[in-house]
């Protein structure tokens, strides 16, 4: 069984562009989340989506955003990067709620 | 609002064991999860407490006492390719937090020959 796939793996970008990432979920699993890891700040919850629905948001500003498709595939997408948004972006699935959660390898994004 | 604890770095000798301990404060519990993180690597599910008690599997187990707030994750057995960074994670109980975890900052296990 296939695990949670995240593309691309590494990404490079620059201030004031957008920029999307994609997840794929375990196969049968509807819950997407979505984290961002920093060395100060650890990981940080920015939203999760289920049955195409953003069911909790974290506290991040409106430049994040997200949404999920019909076959529980998702992606996010930040815009106006600035150079704080550099960070690992980690995406991870569920069968629902309160059920076990497997993480992707993630996408190293940096902004110069 | 949640608040987790957890050691910075800790040190162990290969074929030893360690246990790394985490606190939690939160307004509604909903289970504590366990990862390992290599470096430049995602984490990796380890352990998943709901219930009160110990959870073993292989090398490691996860022990939960939802009335003090607190847990800790035993490694045995250490080998070198365990040195790694291994996170607590908190789920809420609140209506809308669904998978929302908080985490902690992270252990970061030295294992030394």
């Known amino acids: 069984k296939a695990g949670v796939t995240q593309t691309p793996r590494y990404l490079i970008k620059t201030r004031g562009q957008q920029v999307t990432l994609s997840c794929s979920p375990i196969?049968?699993?509807?819950?997407v989340s979505w984290y961002q890891q920093t060395p100060g700040q650890g990981l940080q919850f920015l939203f999760e989506?289920?049955?195409?629905?953003?069911?909790n948001k974290g506290n991040f500003p409106g430049r994040f955003s997200g949404r999920q498709f019909s076959n529980s595939r998702s992606e996010m997408n930040v815009s106006t990067l600035e150079l704080g948004d550099s960070a690992l972006y980690l995406c991870?699935?569920?069968?629902?709620?309160?059920?076990?959660?497997?993480f992707g390898s993630g996408t190293q994004l940096s902004v110069l | 609002g949640q608040n987790i604890d957890q050691p910075t770095e800790m040190t162990a000798t290969e074929g030893a064991i360690v246990q790394i301990n985490c606190t939690y404060q939160?307004?509604?519990?909903?289970?504590l999860f366990w990862y390992q993180q290599h470096a430049g690597e995602a984490p990796t599910f380890l352990s998943y407490?709901?219930?009160?008690g110990l959870e073993e599997k292989g090398r490691f187990s996860s022990f939960l006492s939802r009335s003090k707030g607190y847990s800790y994750l035993l490694l045995k057995e250490l080998q070198m390719k365990d040195s790694a960074s291994y996170l607590c994670?908190?789920?809420?109980?609140?209506?809308?937090?669904?998978?929302?975890?908080?985490f902690g900052g992270g252990t970061r296990l030295m294992v030394k020959p």
């Open positions: 991870a699935s569920s069968r629902g709620q309160n059920e076990k959660l497997f």
């Open positions: 196969s049968g699993h509807r819950s």
């Open positions: 989506y289920f049955s195409e629905t953003q069911r």
């Open positions: 939160t307004s509604g519990f909903n289970g």
């Open positions: 407490n709901v219930l009160d």
């Open positions: 994670a908190v789920r809420d109980r609140n209506n809308n937090a669904g998978n929302m975890l908080t």
